[in-house]
């Protein structure tokens, strides 16, 4: 096999599969970084606890603050490695050579990857996955449901609607509260974003109710967007599995805001596409692999519960049905 040919088909294929990723994934919305090599297994966090006042003294007296040491809380998240093989027969490969011809259904590969990826950030492993820890750190996961003092699985700040979205005032009470109580334990409507399913798409777009048949000029959406925050994105329905534990529907589904500034991606490996040859079996193999791990970063709350929570607000059981 020539060389310049198995670049070429590499290049090819890079072509046809990474962009449809990057399209699709919702990873490149939060921070990222390199956290280490494919030998790496797991991702070892470091959370600075809560640390005390500062004395507050009379000015011109002594020097005698508040000391601290650094008490840092350890945890460790699993990393999540994505593989998927494709087998170009002998037939296959001097059509690319003679032609430059790609089967078609390239980029299938890399949407999958994507939708998988984003399934890990949303709701965590799978149940036939091959992955033995379970992953707390997943958008829905709501926590230990206790009012947790466990880093490692912090509660998502929760409540549930406030009425039917079909009466005056209840989308703006409910999309009020998902972006109030986000702010209220600490972190910033301006860098959060809203995630709704795709179910609830028409709703979003529909101008709010003021009144019995009476309607305000703002769509759901552009009211949230005025509570401050940086964006709103639709998703795939089975992302935002309810609370309840169904599919949602317009009669019943949970909203999302994420403060993206308080999420990271960790890679080990970015999606990347591989192309090898085997000379005993004469087949070419397209390998597609990426390992990476949502960290979504715990904060210990002011107040003297001292709970700790993620960036995560949720609205759940809204309702449109009319």
């Not at 492993?125 to 466990?150: E, L, M, P, S, W």
């Not at 940086?230 to 534990?245: M, Q, S």
């Not at 070419?284 to 519960?305: H, Q, W």
Request: with cysteine; aromatic share 12%.
């Amino acid at each position: 096999m020539a060389t310049s040919v198995l670049y070429r088909l590499t290049r090819g294929l890079r072509a046809e599969v990474i962009p449809p990723y990057q399209r699709i994934s919702l990873l490149s919305l939060f921070a990222s970084e390199n956290i280490g090599g494919i030998e790496l297994k797991e991702w070892a966090s470091k959370i600075l606890k809560k640390m005390t006042r500062p004395v507050t003294l009379q000015a011109g007296g002594e020097w005698a603050p508040s000391e601290d040491k650094m008490d840092f809380e350890d945890f460790k998240l699993a990393i999540y490695d994505f593989q998927k093989r494709i087998t170009f027969t002998r037939a296959e490969y001097v059509l690319f050579e003679k032609h430059g011809v790609l089967p078609i259904g390239m980029a299938e590969v890399g949407s999958l990857m994507a939708q998988e990826a984003n399934y890990k950030l949303f709701r965590g492993k799978r149940a036939d996955d091959q992955f033995a820890i379970t992953q707390y750190n997943y958008i829905i996961d709501t926590g230990t449901g206790t009012n947790t003092t466990v880093y490692s699985r912090p509660d998502c700040i929760t409540q549930a609607s406030n009425g039917k979205w079909d009466v005056a005032g209840q989308r703006q009470i409910d999309i009020s509260n998902l972006v109030g109580q986000l702010e209220q334990y600490g972190y910033n409507p301006a860098t959060s974003i809203m995630f709704y399913p795709e179910v609830c798409a028409s709703i979003m777009r529909q101008p709010f109710i003021t009144g019995s048949s009476i309607f305000g000029d703002d769509s759901t959406l552009t009211y949230a967007l005025r509570q401050g925050i940086r964006g709103a994105i639709p998703v795939k329905n089975e992302l935002l599995y309810t609370a309840a534990g169904a599919d949602p529907t317009i009669g019943a589904f949970d909203i999302y805001l994420v403060d993206l500034a308080q999420a990271i991606i960790g890679y080990t490996i970015p999606e990347n596409v591989e192309v090898i040859y085997d000379p005993v079996s004469k087949n070419t193999y397209m390998d597609v692999e990426m390992a990476f791990c949502p960290l979504f970063i715990p904060r210990k709350g002011d107040n003297s519960t001292e709970y700790i929570r993620k960036g995560v607000s949720r609205i759940t059981a809204c309702d449109y049905a009319t």
